[in-house]
């Protein structure tokens, strides 16, 4: 099993800007895939970015696509999702997810998932 904690959240303004970070421990495969996902207050979770391996490919959903980059640092077992331009509507708890190989899933079948870290932005 792999341990994932979020980092980075909190309350922003509309239009402003926030960084996650995920961490991820134990016995992580040498290749895997990363994605960040959200669930608002009485909405379904949703797929929100995810990035392959080696970075090289990455996939947003469209509602966040041209404000939100997702990286990754292999080296530190960690990901990022740099979020700009922020909207009410991106107010949700924001989950990072781990999986085996290097698909980039969107349907959210992942195997390790991480606690949630709120993020609200007020308008």
């Known amino acids: 099993q792999v341990q994932l904690v979020e980092s980075g959240g909190g309350l922003v303004q509309a239009g402003g800007s926030l960084r996650l970070s995920c961490a991820a421990s134990g016995r992580t495969f040498s290749s895997y895939v990363m994605g960040w996902f959200r669930q608002a207050p009485g909405k379904e979770r949703e797929f929100v970015a995810g990035?392959?391996?080696?970075?090289?490919?990455?996939y947003y959903a469209g509602s966040v696509k041209g404000r939100f980059t997702i990286s990754r640092d292999n080296a530190k077992n960690t990901v990022y999702l740099q979020m700009r331009s922020l909207k009410p509507e991106d107010t949700a708890v924001y989950y990072c997810?781990?999986?085996?190989?290097?698909?980039?899933?969107?349907?959210?079948?992942?195997?390790?998932w991480g606690q949630g870290i709120q993020v609200t932005v007020s308008s």
């Open positions: 997810a781990y999986r085996r190989g290097n698909y980039i899933d969107s349907k959210g079948d992942y195997d390790d």
């Open positions: 990035i392959s391996w080696s970075g090289g490919s990455t």
